[in-house]
Nanobody, 120 residues
Framework: QVQLVESGGGLVQAGGSLRLSCAAS????????MAWFRQAPGKEREFVAV???????TYDGSVQGRFTVSRDDAKNSAYLPMTSLQPEDTAVFYC??????????????WGQGTQVTVSS
């Protein structure tokens, strides 16, 4: 059973930065695209970014230029450094693994989530 563990969330002031990490319990090289989603209170889980097995990346427009998704298959991990954070970025951030997709319903492997809170 594949397990994903996110870390790196926290409380930060507007304009600040955080770096999220996602560690997988299995080999990710040539196996899984790694995606990040987020869910704010009362809202649907929404796509943030995805990196495929070749290192190609796609971002939601709201984070383009501020967030950078990366992966290190030697560590079976993915990362999401986030800069210029704004209060509207406040959400629980989730890591997912599978075939690359923008839809949360296409992923069956999820982490437990890490809270990101941005104060104004």
């Amino acid at each position: 059973q594949v397990q994903l563990v996110e870390s790196g969330g926290g409380l930060v002031q507007a304009g600040g930065s955080l770096r999220l990490s996602c560690a997988a319990s299995v080999r990710t090289r040539n196996a899984y695209a790694m995606a990040w989603f987020r869910q704010a209170p009362g809202k649907e889980r929404e796509f943030v970014a995805v990196i495929n097995i070749f290192g190609g990346t796609t971002y939601d427009g709201s984070v383009q230029g501020r967030f950078t998704v990366s992966r290190d298959d030697a560590k079976n991990s993915a990362y999401l450094p986030m800069t210029s954070l704004q209060p509207e970025d406040t959400a629980v951030f989730y890591c997912a693994a599978g075939s690359p997709s923008f839809r949360a319903s296409d992923y069956s492997i999820w982490g437990q989530g890490t809270q990101v809170t941005v104060s104004s």
